[in-house]
């Protein structure tokens, strides 16, 4: 579903797919790079060792002359006292080796580190970026988009991109290198035999990505059914009430274990494939080097080689066998990360709102008019608002009454700019400008509103009332508590204000939501009010206390307040009745009484539950 | 929750001996499997030993007389090492997966015993990972890990007991690392553990950030704390960043020991072995190749005990689950009897008539310490039509748990037909249970399978006859496939209205004699309303029925209303009673007839 909404926008070519890596690549590039140099240094420490030995077994161990080694190896024996000095004196090629290994660990480990570094900046750029991004899209869009979806995207195809480029990247050039240091050395020593030992390798590499690119399906395969696997302990655990109040305990178990059995029987011929593959991986590896050893004999007996040079060859050999498995691998793997760069370019395609600096900041504690505004939500056929015109006094309370559909929470939506008015469905002003005209973020902290259904974070209830105005004092908090009637349900908690709530604390009652959701507003000081239904799970007592307490501190603000209970609304000054998108009515509350309506209608059945003339 | 047990978990040898039952059924395939990966070790021994006769035989003697039987083994070689690899990793494989299969269903099957007080105290997402996470890991540790150690340890022992027999003294030499190399190694582990667990805990903390970002999108925009938001954000990934680095630098110092100490085995093999080259070149190389290898398996080892110490968690928590005892437990005798939920011996099963009754029952939860029922005592005839009504959260589903012993009292008894529930088994009880919840419960599936669920028996005739009663016949004549039609996870390719129809099709298909149902409150569109309130009064209409009730039409048609408030029963009678007696009822009452009668004026 999402798919058809955010690639409709244009067309991608893949240079702009590069353009973002390369975006989020910055501050990362430099320690990649440093990264990269680190893997060149520890490849060539990785040659000269070799060459000690080659050197210690022919000219200084074995007494060869100097001749046939390369002017710059011969200048460094002789600077170390010459074969016969280092031959009673062998722990100075000892010490030699150590030297390299130094550089080399140290190389590997700043290979390790600058990688890290350049990965968990990377990560960190995506992360920040698509959060902050996120924060920033429409309203609209993330009507549009499921949340799972959308975190996935957000977590595993991150981790996808990082492992591509700070793993298989990196690793690729440094296996690269490796491969071609190892080469240059062997074709230094010995052509033939270096020609020799490439023969296979074609064939390995070759192999080792055609089975790769087989085995993904299988994979996927296994992938799909854990999936299936996994959702039914998910639907038995959650319908657990229904499973044994049907007394359905052995479908249940024969089922699971039908799809456990098919499901592991997939992962055993995953395995006799990888093992076979792994197996034939073995003897081609092996087979080479076999050749290596054989040929090398062979070389070495028709003088075209000597023994230091043979067990330097077999080392060079050695160190580009496993890469060489490795490779097949990687290029597979590696082309599964296109799939996440687009699924991320996706999001960053969407457009954010803006808050235009330029935009105007008028004083929001005027009159409200809403004029010929008509509005239909993308997608949808018919209108949710049509032609709705009203005037909303400053300092005023104006009621709204409506069903469900009847498009009173998106006119809340429109005012707060949620949603855009699209040119041609009127205009909605404060104090005669255009909200349009407005800075977003000056409009929306102008505006507080609680909604329907109030959402806590998960942090504590000091830290979820403040959240919008960090400011504040300790006092102005227990000020907002008290007039949302918040206060006792506070003391009642162990720990107060510091009680963690949301999805890993205390679980707060709808009607505890509510308060706490208006509390947290009214920390907003907003000049215009709205509550969104935001007292129907508050019994009627307290919804009367909560509205007093709020008229005493708050009765210069503009409120609005959606609501079913007559008992509310008869408190506006005015009230609006709207029907499927049209304004049905519009009054006070006493001529709304006095008119036939849906008002009246409405009013006569409470009045008549409230004056206990209910009978059975 | 989850972080108090990581330290909690400490079972004699890390928890090992517990799995042996689940080994003991892949013995043989694990003996092969170690025997093979013996055979491997010795094969990559053999390849220095194979050298080191090129080196002294070929090379230095000169000759080249035994080259062709000399390749023909070392093919032979080659190629025995291939197969034994490929029988041990198969078996590795095979074992992991088999074991993974066994633990899950043993899980599985276990969770199908439990008592709802298990369910109502741990959440779904945590006996999920149960099921299926934890053992996976214990299943990779009782075949991989195993198979690495078997490998790594003996190719360690293998190759210094070749060195020794070559060369004692250099061996000696070489040999002289290794503890020390343990002992660094085991230090890094330890911090390493560690930091990946601080690493798992950040990690799932940006993931909440992401899921609160997206899910409180409204609400951050409504309060203009984008910013506030996004700087927190970055201050969890600047955390994240920091942990990572250092990780990596653990890890990079990790791997520079290991580097360093493979170098120092060869600079020792070179400083105090040189002189062997000047005979035999061979015997050096092969020193050098041993050397250098042995740092490798040592490494692999720490592994393996740092998997087997953070295995243990999930071993510990596996078995934890396995071993919870259910609270509601058919005794000896009834399983005997009656059967269990597995094999019931329906041939031994008394029909059941439907009367239900409370007997000075007292209840309270097991992990509550509060009685919600006291003496509590009450006759439901069979044909009875109760309602429970209260506001949300009040405990109405008290007296349903104990109905369909879900829950056992704490005092007094349930009975069923005037015997005791736990005289008979708990299937015997179910079979003649239906229930619809609130938010209808269907598996995915096809829609027929979903009304098959409670009567697998039913024909097409008898499924198209309880679809009609309940209306719910056009919901799946709309369906392209009809009945074949795929319901979606948990149903989600049905509206709420339509799922709840069908759950009521399905309670009708089983035809219950107890029938317990749980009225949703959310809100449907009139049509759909109308038709739920007259399958609401079909499904009940012949049986004894338990209503959570939120709707006035059924409230006011029970036999009996049961009032609760704060858990516990306040108020009981008819509706013309309890209105009369103007109490805590009356108020609830008044507020929901105002509430439908708004919304149906303003629809």
Redesign the interface.
């Known amino acids: 579903m999402s798919e058809t909404n955010t690639t409709k926008s244009k067309p991608v070519r893949g240079s702009r797919r590069t353009g973002l890596i390369w975006r989020f690549l910055k501050g990362s590039r430099g320690f990649f790079l440093l990264c990269m140099l680190c893997a060149v240094v520890s490849a060539l420490a990785d040659m000269v060792?070799p060459q000690?030995?080659r050197v210690?077994?022919d000219q200084?161990?074995?007494g060869a002359s100097t001749e046939t080694l390369s002017p710059a190896v011969r200048d460094i024996v002789a600077a170390a006292g010459g074969p016969g000095y280092l031959r009673t004196h062998?722990?100075i090629?000892?010490?030699g080796?150590?030297a390299?290994?130094?550089v080399?660990?140290?190389s590997?480990?700043g290979f390790?580190?600058f990688?890290?570094?350049g990965?968990?900046?990377l990560?960190?750029t995506m992360?920040?970026t698509l959060?902050?991004h996120?924060?920033?899209l429409p309203?609209q869009w993330?009507m549009q988009h499921h949340?799972g979806d959308?975190?996935q995207r957000?977590?595993s195809d991150i981790d996808t991109m990082k492992n591509f480029i700070s793993e298989q990247l990196t690793n690729l050039i440094r296996i690269l290198v490796l491969l071609g240091l190892s080469i240059a050395f062997m074709l230094g020593m010995n052509i033939p035999l270096t020609l020799i030992a490439m023969i296979p390798v074609p064939v390995i590499i070759g192999y080792s990505i055609r089975f790769h690119h087989q085995i993904w399906e299988g994979f996927q395969k296994c992938d799909e059914n854990e999936g299936k696997?996994?959702?039914?302990?998910?639907?038995?655990?959650?319908?657990?009430?229904?499973?044994?109040?049907?007394?359905?305990?052995?479908?249940?178990?024969d089922r699971?274990?039908g799809q456990?059995?098919y499901?592991?029987s997939l992962?055993?011929k995953?395995?006799?494939v990888?093992?076979?593959f792994?197996?034939?991986a073995?003897?081609l590896s092996?087979?080479q080097?076999?050749l290596v050893?054989?040929f090398?004999?062979?070389f070495?007996?028709r003088d075209q080689m000597t023994?230091?040079e043979?067990?330097a060859f077999?080392s060079y050999n050695g160190m580009m066998v496993w890469p060489i498995r490795m490779l097949g691998r990687m290029i597979s793997e590696m082309s599964k990360a296109g799939v996440s760069v687009e699924r991320i370019g996706q999001i960053m395609d969407a457009e954010e709102e803006k808050d235009d600096p330029e935009g105007l900041t008028p004083p929001l504690n005027q009159e409200i008019c809403f004029e010929h505004v008509s509005f239909s939500y993308e997608g949808s056929a018919s209108e949710m608002l049509h032609d709705v015109n009203l005037t909303i006094p400053a300092g005023s309370t104006l009621g709204i009454?409506?069903?469900?559909g009847?498009g009173k929470s998106t006119m809340m939506y429109l005012l707060?700019r949620?949603y855009d008015l699209p040119a041609s469905g009127g205009r909605i002003t404060i104090g005669g400008v255009d909200i349009q005209r407005m800075r977003l973020?000056h409009l929306?902290?102008g505006?507080?509103?609680v909604?329907q259904e109030?959402?806590m974070?998960?942090r504590t209830l000091k830290e979820n009332l403040m959240?919008?105005s960090?400011g504040m004092t300790e006092e102005d908090l227990r000020e907002a508590s008290r007039t949302a009637h918040l206060e006792e349900t506070i003391d009642s908690f162990s720990r107060g204000y510091e009680t963690f709530v949301?999805?890993?604390g205390v679980t707060l009652?709808?009607g505890q939501k509510q308060r706490a959701a208006i509390a947290?507003?009214l920390t907003?000081k907003a000049p215009i009010m709205i509550f969104d239904d935001s007292l129907s799970a508050v019994d009627?007592e307290t919804d009367a206390k909560i509205r007093k307490a709020l008229e005493k501190k708050f009765g210069q603000a503009t409120i609005i307040l959606i609501s079913?209970r007559m008992t509310t609304l008869s408190k506006a000054d005015r009230v609006l009745v709207l029907d499927h998108g049209r304004v049905a009515q519009l009054g006070t509350p006493e001529e709304l009484r006095s008119q036939p309506g849906?008002f009246r209608?409405?009013d006569r059945?409470?009045s008549m539950?409230?004056e206990?003339e209910?009978?059975? | 929750m989850e972080k108090k047990e990581e330290y909690r978990a400490s079972l004699p040898f890390f928890g090992i001996p517990r799995l042996i039952p689940y080994m003991k059924k892949y013995r043989k395939t694990l003996i092969l499997m170690i025997i093979c990966g013996l055979c491997g070790t010795g094969v990559d021994l053999a390849?220095p030993l194979?050298?080191r006769y090129?080196?002294n035989h070929?090379?230095?003697g000169?000759?080249?007389d035994t080259?062709p039987f000399?390749?023909v083994l070392?093919?032979a070689i080659?190629?025995f090492?291939?197969?034994v690899?490929?029988i041990s990793?198969?078996n590795a494989?095979?074992t992991e997966?088999?074991v993974?299969?066994d633990l899950?269903?043993a899980a599985?099957?276990h969770?199908?015993?439990l008592s709802?007080s298990y369910?109502n105290q741990n959440a779904?997402g945590y006996?999920?990972s149960r099921?299926?996470s934890d053992t996976g890991r214990v299943g990779s540790l009782v075949s991989w890990t195993l198979m690495d150690s078997v490998w790594h340890l003996s190719y360690l022992v293998g190759s210094i007991v070749v060195m020794l027999a070559i060369n004692a003294r250099l061996a000696l030499m070489v040999v002289l690392i290794l503890p020390l190399i343990v002992v660094l190694f085991s230090l890094f582990q330890r911090k390493l553990i560690r930091a990946n667990r601080e690493i798992r805990e950040l990690n799932s903390k940006?993931?909440?950030?992401?899921?609160?970002?997206?899910?409180?999108?409204?609400?951050?925009?409504?309060?203009?704390?984008?910013e506030?938001?996004?700087r927190d954000?970055?201050s969890d990934?600047?955390g994240?960043?920091r942990k990572?680095?250092h990780?990596?630098?653990l890890?990079?110092?990790f791997?520079?020991t290991m580097?360093?100490a493979s170098?120092?085995a060869?600079?020792?093999v070179?400083?105090?072995g040189?002189?062997i080259?000047?005979s035999e070149?061979g015997t050096?190389?092969m020193f050098?190749s041993y050397a250098q290898g042995m740092m490798e398996p040592v490494r692999w080892i720490v592994d393996a005990i740092s998997d087997v110490i953070t295995t243990q968690v999930n071993i510990e928590r596996l078995t934890r689950l396995l071993g919870t005892v259910p609270d509601v437990k058919d005794t000896e005798e009834v399983i005997r009897l009656y059967g269990d939920?597995?094999?019931?011996k329906k041939e031994n099963w008394e029909p059941i008539k439907g009367d239900i009754e409370f007997e000075n029952v007292s209840f309270r939860y097991p992990d509550g310490d509060e009685y919600v029922l006291e003496h509590f005592s009450l006759k439901i005839p069979f044909g009875s039509n109760i309602a429970i009504v209260g506001e949300?959260?009040a405990g109405k589903s008290t007296l349903v748990n104990l109905v369909?012993r879900?829950f056992e009292p704490t005092e007094g008894r349930v009975l069923i037909d005037g015997r005791d529930a736990r005289e008979r088994s708990?299937?015997w009880l179910?079979?003649a249970?239906?229930?619809v919840?609130q938010t209808p419960?269907l598996?995915?599936g096809t829609i027929r399978e979903n009304l098959l669920?409670?009567n697998?028996a039913a024909t097409e005739e008898e499924i198209w006859k309880a679809l009609k009663l309940v209306s719910a016949d056009e919901v799946v004549r709309r369906m392209d496939k009809g009945l074949e039609a795929d319901v979606g996870?948990?149903g989600d390719l049905l509206s709420t209205g339509e799922k709840q129809l069908i759950s009521f099709a399905r309670a009708i298909l089983?035809d219950p004699r107890i029938l317990?149902l749980d009225e949703a409150t959310a809100?449907v569109d009139t049509l759909t309303e109308q038709k739920i309130q007259a399958a609401i009064e079909t499904v009940i209409a012949g049986r004894t029925s338990l209503v959570i009730a939120h709707r006035l039409s059924t409230v006011?048609n029970a036999d009996l209303i049961l009032v609760v408030q704060d858990g516990k029963i306040v108020e009981q009678g008819t509706?013309?009673e309890l209105?009369q007696a103007?109490g805590y009822y009356?108020r609830l009452?008044?507020?929901q007839?105002?509430?439908e009668?708004?919304?149906s004026?303003?629809?």
Request: with cysteine; charged share 20%; net charge positive.
């Open positions: 060792t000690i030995i210690a077994v200084v161990l074995g062998l722990w090629m000892a010490a080796i150590m390299v290994a130094l080399k660990a140290g590997q480990y390790r580190v990688n890290a570094r990965g968990e900046t990560v960190k992360r920040d959060y902050t996120i924060e920033r309203f993330h949340t959308i975190i957000c977590t696997l996994s959702a039914m302990v998910q639907e038995n655990l959650t319908g657990v009430r229904v499973v044994r109040a049907f007394g359905r305990e052995r479908y249940e178990r699971f274990d456990n059995e499901y592991t992962w055993v995953m395995g006799y990888m093992s076979r792994w197996s034939t073995d003897i092996g087979l080097v076999m050893v054989v090398g004999v062979v070495c007996l023994s230091g043979y067990i077999l009454l409506g069903g469900t009847s707060d949620l973020s929306r902290s505006i507080g509103i909604l109030p959402f974070f998960s959240i919008a960090p949301g999805e890993r009652s709808g947290r507003m907003q009627t079913h849906l209608e409405i059945i409470q539950t409230r206990e209910v009978t059975a | 390849l194979l050298q090129a080196l070929y090379i230095t000169r000759t080249m080259l000399y390749v070392y093919v080659i190629l090492g291939a197969v690899n490929y990793t198969r494989w095979t997966v088999s993974n299969r899950r269903s599985f099957d969770l199908q015993k709802f369910f779904v006996i999920h099921v299926m940006i993931t909440g950030d992401f899921n609160e970002g997206i899910t409180g999108a409204k609400t951050i925009k409504t309060l203009v704390i984008e506030k938001m996004g954000f970055l990934t600047a994240m960043k990572g680095i990780v990596a630098r890890r990079g110092l791997a520079l580097n360093l170098s120092l060869l600079a020792i070179l400083w105090k040189g002189y080259a000047e070149v050096f190389s050098m939920s597995f094999d019931p949300t959260g369909c879900f708990q299937l179910h079979s249970l239906g229930y919840l419960h598996f995915s669920y409670g697998p996870e948990g089983a317990v809100s006011r509706h013309a209105l103007r009356y009452y008044t507020r007839y105002e509430e009668a708004t919304s004026v303003l629809a």
